[in-house]
């Protein structure tokens, strides 16, 4: 994304706040009509009979089907608040009893058995469409979690955890009806050798391993199965299905802190926290987007600038690197480093001083249990002003900005350095 450079003046910590344009779509189904309160969308469909039909959220269309009247499979819209009644009629909850974020809607997924079939353990993996700029892109991920039907029966008697039983979601992508070369399986709940997983919260799954993909199909695998398949009530939870159409999520936040004559610490946050990825970084005196200097790669949000100049202005210019070898626009954020301790401070020790209001307006105060001298410097060292056994010094002569105090005791031997804010 294209941001405007940000000036910032040196600081133990520095922010920048930005808006951000959006890079990617999310799925959050709050555009689903529902009929009510503990309602589905199926409860709109029934009236239409048995057969396929389908709903858009985001850039994603997801399939469902009514079948024998009343019963359904595929996915489901749903805003059932209730996670506590174990009862196949409360078929349509999340164990969350909300969406991400306590949002009032989501899906719930009932993977069907393929009675019909020549194996009748086997199961008909649920699909969704990718649309518009999401077709034939990455996918940056999914939130999942239980239903409360399938979770409170892993949970009756402890029959998980006492049989060693695992339930896990299997996720793959397709590209032009072919299978990506890697799938992803999320243990909704496995109790085998010394696990003790069952989800209870809402998961991000990242599902950038899959590739440019233009449709997802998501299927159920577990041991607790009998002679018709899986024994477990065959449902999961999803929200906030999350596509990168084409873009890669760039920065959207910049902090710089712990500022020293040669050091900064730079920590920042992606568009999109969920996604992991990596960075390029520079450091220069460049007043411009791209970096002049060499960057560097990192992996994580952080990087820690050494060996820079004292009283220097910085350029860090940082930018996402995605899995799919795209990258994101420069942002780019500037800092000051501090000036030479030689400047403004000498021996701190022992003298005892403080300095009000601050940021001050017409004047400062200096509290100091002896005699002090004062002298006022413009961030890059320029002495604006001295001033001998004071107690209270008018600022009417400087510019609203930053600017340093130091304060010291009429000897010299000892100093002490602030930074004030004239406003």
């Known amino acids: 994304m294209n941001q405007p450079l940000r000036f910032l003046f040196a600081s133990s910590l520095l922010l920048a706040t930005q808006t951000s344009t959006q890079a990617q779509t999310v799925s959050d189904f709050e555009n689903v009509s529902l009929p009510g309160p503990d309602t589905t969308y199926l409860h709109t469909q029934m009236p239409n009979g048995n057969g396929i039909y389908s709903f858009q959220s985001g850039l994603a269309t997801f399939y469902g089907e009514v079948f024998f009247d009343n019963y359904w499979g595929g996915f489901n819209c749903s805003n059932h608040t209730d996670n506590q009644s174990f009862d196949f009629t409360n078929d349509a909850s999340a164990i969350t009893g909300s969406g991400v974020d306590s949002s009032s809607q989501y899906l719930v997924s009932f993977i069907s058995g393929d009675f019909l079939g020549p194996d009748p353990t086997a199961t008909i993996p649920n699909g969704l469409k990718l649309t518009g700029d999401a077709a034939g892109q990455w996918v940056a991920g999914v939130y999942v979690t239980n239903t409360t039907y399938a979770y409170h029966y892993m949970m009756a008697d402890s029959l998980y955890?006492?049989?060693?039983?695992?339930?896990?979601?299997?996720?793959?992508?397709?590209?032009?009806?072919?299978?990506?070369?890697?799938?992803?399986?999320?243990?909704?709940?496995?109790?085998?050798?010394?696990n003790e997983v069952v989800l209870t919260e809402w998961?991000?799954?990242?599902?950038?391993?899959?590739?440019?993909?233009?449709?997802?199909?998501?299927?159920?695998?577990?041991?607790?199965?009998?002679?018709?398949?899986?024994?477990?009530?065959?449902?999961?939870?999803?929200?906030?299905?999350?596509?990168?159409?084409?873009?890669?999520?760039?920065?959207?936040?910049?902090?710089?802190?712990?500022?020293?004559?040669?050091?900064?610490?730079?920590?920042?946050?992606?568009?999109?926290?969920?996604?992991?990825?990596?960075?390029?970084?520079?450091?220069?005196?460049?007043?411009?987007?791209?970096?002049?200097?060499?960057?560097?790669?990192?992996?994580?949000?952080?990087?820690?600038?050494?060996?820079?100049?004292?009283?220097?202005?910085?350029?860090?210019?940082?930018?996402?690197?995605?899995?799919?070898?795209?990258?994101?626009?420069?942002?780019?954020?500037?800092?000051?480093?501090?000036?030479?301790?030689?400047?403004?401070?000498?021996?701190?020790?022992?003298?005892?001083?403080?300095?009000?209001?601050?940021?001050?307006?017409?004047?400062?105060?200096?509290?100091?249990?002896?005699?002090?001298?004062?002298?006022i410097y413009s961030l890059d060292g320029r002495l604006l002003s001295s001033h001998q056994s004071v107690k209270k010094i008018a600022l009417s002569s400087l510019n609203p900005g930053v600017y340093y105090i130091s304060i010291s005791q009429e000897n010299e031997e000892r100093n002490r350095k602030f930074r004030f804010v004239k406003l």
């Open 203 to 375: 998961t991000w799954v990242n599902l950038n391993v899959l590739g440019p993909v233009d449709s997802l199909s998501f299927d159920i695998r577990s041991n607790d199965t009998g002679q018709f398949g899986i024994n477990t009530p065959a449902y999961f939870a999803l929200d906030n299905l999350t596509t990168l159409d084409g873009n890669c999520p760039g920065i959207a936040q910049i902090n710089v802190s712990d500022i020293t004559e040669n050091t900064a610490s730079i920590t920042w946050e992606n568009e999109l926290n969920q996604l992991t990825t990596t960075y390029e970084i520079a450091l220069d005196q460049s007043a411009t987007e791209a970096p002049t200097a060499t960057t560097s790669s990192v992996s994580g949000s952080s990087y820690a600038a050494t060996d820079l100049s004292p009283n220097t202005l910085y350029f860090v210019h940082l930018r996402a690197a995605c899995d799919d070898g795209s990258f994101s626009s420069w942002d780019t954020l500037s800092f000051q480093t501090e000036m030479p301790s030689a400047i403004v401070e000498a021996n701190q020790e022992n003298l005892n001083v403080r300095i009000h209001p601050n940021p001050a307006t017409d004047y400062i105060i200096i509290d100091a249990a002896e005699q002090v001298n004062a002298s």
């Open 161 to 194: 955890s006492n049989n060693q039983f695992y339930y896990h979601l299997l996720i793959r992508g397709y590209e032009n009806g072919v299978p990506s070369s890697d799938s992803v399986v999320i243990a909704l709940a496995d109790f085998t050798g010394t």
